[in-house]
Structure formats: structure tokens, C-alpha cells
């Protein structure tokens, strides 16, 4: 699961931490190996006009192939570096999301009055998670997939009733 708890569930102390990243297939060490074998892969058909004019006229739109799945991969990582704490402690709940641009947003309740609650259909997102408290609500984990955001709810819920 891309979550992890610190101390380990289950929680009999008040204070405790949640973090939260989106799942990631293709680590970064991954990603460089990904883009040469993708390089030479494609360069096969070119061993074939080895010392040609042609060479020439067929290495641009190859660089231009690397570069663009280059920049794709980088791109989706740089939206992908989102991070959500969660930190409950004897009396407050205190929620920041770091933003890959932008600024990091936080939220604050009494930690008695928050509720975790379960939009299975009504969010932007299927199993879409929310906790209210004071006079707000706000989403936790709208990055994880469906099946994660089930699993992280019973978590959630059963660590916010045993504090």
C-alpha cells in the first residue's frame, strides 16, 4: 500500500502519523534503464544505414522519439510528487498535502470531532474519502486507487475510534 503508518497500527498511544504518495510502477533507477533499452531498441533498425545519407535524415526524428517519452516520464513524476501527512495527537488532527507546484495546504481539527466518512459514488472519485471536522471537510488520498482508498478507510476509521 502507498501508506504507511507510524507507529504501527494498532494505535494505543494518542499520538500517531500517517503518510500518503501515490503508487509509483517506474521507480526513478527504473526510469533510466526504461529510456536505454527503449534507445537501443531503436537504434537496431539503424545499425542497417550505418555510414549513409539516410542516417542523418532518420537521427532527428529518433532524438525527437527519445526525447518526447523523456519528457512524458518526467512530467507524469513531477504530478505525481504529491504527499499527504496526517498527524493526530492527544487532542488535535492535523492534515497537510504537499503539492507538486503550488502551495502546501493544511487543515486542523479537534481530534474528537473528526469523522472519516466513504462517498462510494458521490465523490470525484470512486471510494472517495473525506474527513470533516470543525467546519470542514476535506479529501484524503483522492490519488490512490479504489480498491486502496476501501482498505485505507477501515484503517482510518478503526485508528480514529481506538485514540
Known amino acids: 500500500m502507498p501508506y504507511e503508518w507510524t507507529p504501527q497500527p494498532p494505535h494505543k498511544a494518542a499520538n500517531w502519523q500517517l503518510c500518503l504518495w501515490p503508487y509509483r510502477s517506474l521507480l526513478r533507477k ?3 534503464l526504461f529510456i536505454g533499452a ?3 531498441i531503436v537504434t537496431l533498425p539503424l545499425i542497417a544505414v550505418l555510414g549513409k545519407a539516410v542516417l542523418w535524415g532518420l537521427l532527428p526524428f529518433f532524438l525527437m ?3 518526447g517519452l523523456w519528457y512524458a516520464l518526467h512530467v507524469s513524476y513531477r504530478r505525481g510528487e504529491v504527499l499527504e501527512e496526517l498527524t493526530v495527537n492527544g487532542t488535535k488532527a492535523h492534515l497537510t498535502r504537499h503539492n507538486p507546484k503550488g502551495p502546501t495546504q493544511e487543515w486542523e481539527a479537534n481530534r474528537y470531532w473528526v469523522t472519516v466518512h466513504l462517498h462510494p459514488k458521490g ?3 470512486e471510494n472517495y474519502i473525506t474527513l470533516r471536522g470543525g ?3 476535506v479529501e484524503i488520498g483522492a490519488f490512490l486507487d479504489a480498491g486502496e482508498r476501501l482498505a485505507l478507510y477501515g484503517d482510518l476509521k478503526q485508528a480514529m475510534k481506538q485514540t
Request: net charge negative; proline share 7%.
Open 30 to 32: 527504473d526510469f533510466v
Open 123 to 125: 465523490g470525484p472519485v
Open 38 to 40: 527503449t534507445a537501443a
Open 135 to 137: 467546519d470542514r471537510e
Open 65 to 67: 522519439m527519445l526525447g
